[in-house]
Nanobody
Framework: QVHLVESGGGLVQPGGSLRLSCAAS????????MGWHRQAPGKQRELVAV???????NYADSAKGRFTISRDNAKNTVFLQMNSLKPEDTALYYC?????????WGQGTQVTVSS
């Protein structure tokens, strides 16, 4: 079992920044990837960013150039630095971890971008 705990969400003005963190614990061997998804009310959950074990990253088109995913392997933590935030970034952000072909999810952290 893998447990994920997100933090760092909150209310920010358009153009502002937030840094999300996700700490993983438990049976975390054979980690394939860690990433972030988000879900706004009435919409499907979508991939925001992912970082592979080798360090390769991928981003949703909406996040490219504004968001950066990174990790601290020693602390089993993944981060999402979000800059130039827009109202359309408002969503519940979920951390996920792919371990041995099993996908684990955190409880989510709310990000609200509004003036």
């Amino acid at each position: 079992q893998v447990h994920l705990v997100e933090s760092g969400g909150g209310l920010v003005q358009p153009g502002g920044s937030l840094r999300l963190s996700c700490a993983a614990s438990g049976r975390i061997s054979n980690i394939v990837a860690m990433g972030w998804h988000r879900q706004a009310p009435g919409k499907q959950r979508e991939l925001v960013a992912v970082i592979m074990g080798a360090g390769y990253t991928n981003y949703a088109d909406s996040a490219k150039g504004r968001f950066t995913i990174s990790r601290d392997n020693a602390k089993n933590t993944v981060f999402l630095q979000m800059n130039s935030l827009k109202p359309e970034d408002t969503a519940l952000y979920y951390c996920n971890c792919l371990v041995s072909n099993k996908n684990y999810w955190g409880q989510g952290t709310q990000v609200t971008v509004s003036s």
